[in-house]
């Protein structure tokens, strides 16, 4: 079992919808990241959270330690937004453990 | 700012050819870090530098060295290619370990 589970692995919507990506994770961890690579390939770093909550924009990433549990929300989602959304966790002082990503698609 | 750079962004290579990838950041970050992202999985750590003259195996260091020549560069070397070390390799940094990371926009290498 993967140490970082996201679900969907893919996701498909129409533009204007509430997305929501989940990420579970199995080990104590110190933080946790969302980043956004674009269809290009690029990475880019969203959030870096530790507890609660965190908003730009339209994005808002929440996080629940007791739980292992965090999600990214997409409000008002437009074309842009289609990319793949990856979930990293720091287990302790060092290094990041990454997710699979979830592909998401918004249709016009 | 020019952020994380890297060099090539494509490369193809014989089994058995050496080839070096480059990067470079102009953030005065202190940690440095080479990934590989395969189809279906998740970025792997390869080698990071904690700081200036320090390296330390990542996850998957086989088949790999990997050189901090000053603050700016760390670069990758694979002294003897496998097909298996066909990948898309991004380098990143960050102002030290616990920090978010920044990342360069990848090379794409391909091992025949």
């Known amino acids: 079992k993967n140490e970082v589970e996201q679900s969907p692995q893919n996701l498909t919507a129409q533009e204007g919808e509430f997305i929501t990506i989940n990420c579970s994770y199995s080990?104590?961890?110190?933080?946790l990241h969302w980043l956004q690579q674009h269809p290009g390939g690029g990475i880019v770093s969203l959030f870096m959270?530790?507890?609660g909550k965190k908003k730009h924009g339209r994005l808002i990433a929440t996080i629940n330690i007791q739980e292992k549990h965090s999600s990214l929300h997409i409000t008002a989602s437009h074309p842009r937004d289609s990319a793949v959304y990856i979930c990293a966790v720091r287990p302790g002082a060092q290094k990041l453990v990454f997710g699979q990503g979830t592909r998401l698609t918004i249709n016009p | 700012n020019a952020g994380v750079t890297q060099t090539p962004k494509f490369q193809v290579l014989k089994t058995g050819q050496s080839m070096t990838l480059q990067c470079a950041q102009d953030?005065?970050?202190?940690?440095m870090y080479w990934y590989r992202q395969d189809p279906g999985m998740g970025l792997r750590l390869i080698y990071y530098s904690a700081s200036e003259g320090t390296t330390d195996k990542g996850e998957v260091p086989n088949g790999y060295n990997v050189s901090r020549l000053n603050k700016r560069e760390f670069s990758l070397r694979l002294e003897s290619a496998a097909p298996s070390q066909t990948s898309v390799y991004f380098c990143?940094?960050?102002?030290?370990?616990?920090?978010?990371?920044?990342f360069g926009p990848g090379t794409r290498l391909t091992v025949l």
């Open positions: 990143a940094s960050s102002m030290d370990r616990a920090n978010e990371q920044f």
């Open positions: 080990v104590g961890i110190s933080a």
């Open positions: 953030m005065n970050h202190n940690s």
């Open positions: 959270l530790s507890s």
